[in-house]
């Protein structure tokens, strides 16, 4: 699926608002900060067996994540600081939902196999950018073939969390238990199909 390597299409959507935050006094950083509070909400949400709050809190944390690098760019307060804490923001509330998804509605072993899948399909990418290069950066935004490999990165995992909790709310399609091992399955493929487009591409480049 890899809804960022569709970034430019989906960013009409919320770019909108971001211009409007922009005229306010927020700063993009206290934007990252909201989406981690709404998201460690959801979390809490899910662990006291609420899927259709946690659900709602989790789209407003997404949204809200979107929102932080428009409002940047549009103030021209787009610091190297604000990307990074972007990044970490993202992966400390991905890590939450799926902890107390994942003792909630899973098992011990299957939270920690998707916690630990989850954070390293996102950091085989810096690592990767860090020993291996990239192609370009615009805006602070890295714009390389490897952002387009893996099928199942953090947009995908946030959206199916919705669905899913919404499906366990209605009792339906196994709900938040059954979601979960497919978020842990194709969170674990698409590290690999990360690893192996690295292998393939790079495995005979000697320093």
């Known amino acids: 699926m ?17 211009v409007l935050l922009a005229r306010t006094r927020i700063t993009p950083n ?15 949400s899910f662990y006291k067996e609420k899927p259709l709050i946690g659900a709602a809190l989790v789209f407003i944390s997404g949204f809200f994540d979107l929102l932080d690098g428009v409002v940047a760019r549009e103030k021209e307060r787009a610091s190297k600081f604000g990307a990074v804490f972007d990044w970490l923001a993202d992966k400390f509330v991905d ?10 509605y ?12 989850s954070m390293l399909h996102t950091f085989i990418k810096p690592v990767a950018y860090a020993e291996i290069g990239f192609s370009n950066r615009q805006k602070g935004k ?19 969390i919705i669905v899913f909790a919404i499906f366990e709310h209605f009792k339906i399609l196994g709900g938040l238990e059954f979601g979960f091992v497919i978020i842990t399955a194709l ?3 698409s590290l690999l199909q990360r690893i192996v487009y690295l292998y393939i591409k790079y495995n005979k480049d000697y320093d």
């Not at 569709?6 to 971001?18: D, L, Q, T």
């Not at 206290?30 to 809490?44: C, D, H, P, R």
């Not at 899973?106 to 899948?117: C, D, K, N, R």
């Not at 890295?142 to 199916?160: A, H, K, N, V």
């Open 2 to 18: 890899n809804l960022t390597s569709k970034r430019k299409s989906i960013k009409k959507v919320y770019e909108p608002v971001g």
């Open 30 to 44: 206290i934007i990252t900060v909201i989406s981690v509070i709404i998201g460690i909400l959801a979390a809490v």
């Open 95 to 104: 890590g939450f939902l799926l902890f107390f998804i994942g003792i909630t």
């Open 106 to 117: 899973s098992t011990p072993y299957l939270t920690a196999l998707a916690i630990t899948a």
């Open 187 to 189: 969170t674990t493929l």
């Open 142 to 160: 890295i714009d390389d073939p490897l952002e387009g490999i893996g099928f199942f990165g953090r947009p995908e995992t946030l959206l199916t």
